[in-house]
Each structure stands twice: as C-alpha cells, then as structure tokens.
C-alpha cells in the first residue's frame, strides 16, 4: 500500500481513516420448511457481518515549483495503515455519523469528499482497461513516440584539444538548429516539468591525455531519459534511460572531429524519431 518516495517531503498528513469492513457473508444453511410444493425450501440465515476499524496515515510530497497549489506544482502521496483495536466502537460509529451500529444487511457510510482510493489488486487492470503486465514488450524506438519537444543543456561540456572555452556554447546552439528544424523543441530546464514525461537528452563526452598524441582517444555517450512506470507497481515512477546511442574515434564508421563525433548524436536522434512519428505509421 505504499507508494515511491520520490520528490522532497514537505507536509505529512495523519489522517484517522476507519474503514469497517464487511467479511464475507457465510453460506446460507437449509432447512425443511412444510407446505411447499417441493416439499422443502431454502431459508437463509441472517446475514453475517464483521467490522474491523483502521488508522491511515497520508503522506503528501510536493514537487516543482509554486507548491503546493501552482500549476507546475506535483504532488505525491504515500500510505500506511495499522489496524486500531479499540472496545469503544460507540465513539467509532458516531464518527461516521451513525448512532449506533449499522444493521447486518446495511451497507458502510459512503467516503468523505478527498478520501484516499483503496485500491484492489486488479485496480489498474480495471481502470486502464487492460492489464499492464499482459502488455507485448514494445520495440526500442517506439519510446520516441509523440516526443515534441526534450530539454538539452551542453554548454558546460570541456573543450578538447584544438577548440575554444565557447565548445559547448556552440554546440548547443547547433543542436537546437538541428532537433528544432526536425521537429523537436529544445526547452529550458524551468520549461521541463510541463513536458510530459520530461524527456531529457544527455550527453557524456571524454578524451585521454591530449599530450598523448600517438594514443589520443574520444568518446561519446547519449541516453535520452524520460519518467516511466513500472508495470508490476504503477504507483513507482522513476527517470529511466530509453533511448541511447554511442561513437567514437575508432567507430567504424566515424569522420571529422570531436564536434562532428557530438553532433552525431542529433542525426541518430532524429533519425530515431522520425521511424515512429511519420504520418504513414
């Protein structure tokens, strides 16, 4: 019943929430009963009720910015519950609103406005309308689809050896030339949080000793990192890497400079993109 602790904790709510919990009804016995046409009849016994209270506990995290109530404000609640034993169930019911116990065949008050949802093993099953884990595992480029727009910050990469303080700079403002006459925004960090799933493109770039002329190597790294759900537990939501691509000097298929060894990364991302959002698909 507890969800992820992700975000900062910032306000804990303890909420006394008693759920009475109707058992399972027990079968019905029969008996003989004269003057039927059969003979005999079913009677049921009265109907069967156990009432069990409860104490939750609400935690509520908030994210982003204006919190708690802004627009680009998040929020994530936590549960956790104990069973309250207690011999005053007079006090319990009246909280409910009720002045005594209801009758056996009578049904739990209905929840307060806010109250949390209970969920039941097959809840997502039922909300979504189909079962996530049950899902056919999609193919790797399908995680691109209906990306319009990612957030991308270079500017700090460290020049190596032949470029000026500004490398990063300028590589930043040719990838947003790039992505951005192919379809894709690139956004501010403070624009992020309103994307959905906010996609975020990183980019990993090394080189060895650049006095080492005769063994000099560069690489480079991309992963483009977005907010998942896990299937066997919907409430978990993590940033997970979905989408990578690699080079370096020695790939076989590489020309040109640390630059265009950076820049290759755009190409490989648009042409990614491109596989699942054309219009024939």
């Known amino acids: 019943m507890r969800l992820a602790r992700i975000g900062q904790g910032l ?3 303890l909420l006394a929430c008693l759920l009475a919990v109707p058992a399972r009804p027990l079968l019905a016995q029969t008996a003989e009963v004269p003057g039927t046409q059969a003979g005999r ?35 994530l609640r936590s549960y956790s519950s104990r069973p309250l034993i207690t011999n005053n169930t007079g006090y319990i019911f009246r909280l409910f609103g009720l002045q005594e116990g209801p009758g056996p065949e009578s049904d739990v008050p209905k929840d307060q406005a806010g109250a949390p949802q209970v969920c039941q093993p097959d809840a997502a099953r039922r909300m979504l309308g189909f079962d996530p884990l049950a899902l056919p595992k999609s193919v790797k480029g399908e995680v691109l689809r209906g990306i319009e727009a990612l957030h991308l910050d270079i500017t700090g990469l460290k020049a190596p050896p032949g470029f000026g303080a500004d490398f990063g700079r300028q590589l930043q403002g040719e990838f947003v030339s790039k992505l951005s006459a192919a379809g894709l925004r690139v956004v501010s960090k403070d624009e992020l949080s309103r994307l959905p799933g906010q996609p975020v493109l990183n980019i990993y770039f090394s080189f060895s000793d650049p006095e080492d002329l005769c063994d000099y190597t560069y690489s480079v790294f991309a992963s483009l990192a977005q907010d998942v759900l896990l299937v066997r537990d919907l409430r978990i939501k993590v940033a997970a890497g979905v989408w990578s691509y690699s080079t370096s000097n020695t790939a076989k298929d590489h020309q040109g400079t640390e630059a265009d060894a950076i820049m290759r990364v755009a190409d490989a991302l648009i042409q990614a993109h491109r596989e699942v959002n054309t219009p024939s698909r």
Do not use: K, N
Request: charged share 20%; with cysteine.
């Open 11 to 13: 306000v804990a709510v």
């Open 41 to 75: 009849a079913a009677a049921a016994l009265p109907h069967l009720t156990r009432d069990r209270f409860w104490i939750l506990w609400e935690r509520v995290r908030y994210f982003g910015t204006h919190c708690p109530a802004g627009a680009t404000c998040q929020e």
